[in-house]
């Protein structure tokens, strides 16, 4: 048995990055981590840019101009005007080489071609420069940078459409257990619908490990490792759910063992979760995680997310907590720590919700944060500061 803590830190001294790249197209790039930095092609604006809706002059004296034609978004005109002369100009149109500024719409009045301006203008307000944000060649994101939306977006703006990312593992889960049905199916006495493959390949895709697949496997020492080497055969990352505990036909430790799977720790003292194994055989990595759903997706997000970034070559994964106040008291029980369903409130607090048995999900349906409370808490007041990891 080890802790939370020596569990986290097992996994970060075994997990070694596979760093594999493949060309990836934006489009399917969130969340992958860049595996080189990307310099630009362009400069960004690539040309002197309007950002305002106006006029553009050549300056002079006066605060009176001659208006003498119009630059759209989109449009190569290049009108050349003498001082004293505008264009009317639209946010993101290519401002004239001849211009010097360009004034908003709001600050002038017009009469047919005579423009006269409130106030005397800046020189170079409202254009943006050539190369403002980027120039041609600049780093547009670092290598070891996880993609958001933003910075897909910055990558397109300079049009980029695939860039080099660390490969994401294929996920295998195979669910155990003879008492479990498939949605649809009738359910005699003693049987359950089986929920974990979904809900964690589900997970896997919400943190854009899209290739995965199930496998059901029965409680049966033979035929349960012949499944386990099918998954071990197709993919690089297993996750068991169930048949991990201590019950008599509990038989994923003893058939892991059979594929030559080394244990790096089994059980943790924590609830829920506490018969979690992780194990590796030369390349693979497998995580067996109980069976009773809230303990598998508790162990799923603190454990198995962090083991999956660490492979792919995610050199700051760590696991990160929070603190915030908690909005009631709470009396931790017993020696092992614990993580509670939770939801973030207002001014930095979190109320741990009702229902945390680890057979029950309907506290986990609405959390957005696990609070984790270490061994050696007992008893926490309220507007006691705890930590939490935000489930996002
Ligand atoms: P186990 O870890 O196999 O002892 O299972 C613990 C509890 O979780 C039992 O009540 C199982 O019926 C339940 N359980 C196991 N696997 C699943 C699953 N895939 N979906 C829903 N419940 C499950
Ligand atoms: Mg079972």
Known sequence: MVTVTEALDIISAVVKATREQRNCPLEQALDHVLAESIYSPINMP????????????????????????????????????????????FTGAPVPDSA?????????????????????PQEGANIRPVGEQLSKGDVVLAAGTRLSPASLGLLAGVGVSAVPVYKKPRVAIVVTGDELKAAGEELSRGQIYESNGLMLSVALKDKAYVDTFVLKAEDKLDTLTKTLEKAFEAAEVVLVSGGISVGDYDFVNEALSHLGVKTHFYKVKQKPGKPLLFGTNDQQMVFALPGNPASALNCFYVYVHLALKLREGDAEARISFRQATITADFNKKGDRAQFLKAKIGANNTVEILNGQASSMLQSFAVADALVYMEEDMGFVAKNTSVRYLKID
């Open 46 to 89: 690539p040309f002197q840019q309007s950002a305002m809706d106006g006029y553009a002059l050549s300056m002079h004296e006066s605060l009176n101009y001659r208006v003498v034609g119009e630059v759209a978004a989109g449009s190569s005109n290049n009108p050349s005007l003498k001082p004293g002369e505008a264009v009317r100009i």
């Open 100 to 120: 010097n500024s360009i004034v908003i719409q709001e600050k002038v009045t017009r009469k047919d071609e005579v423009l006269v301006l409130d106030d005397a």
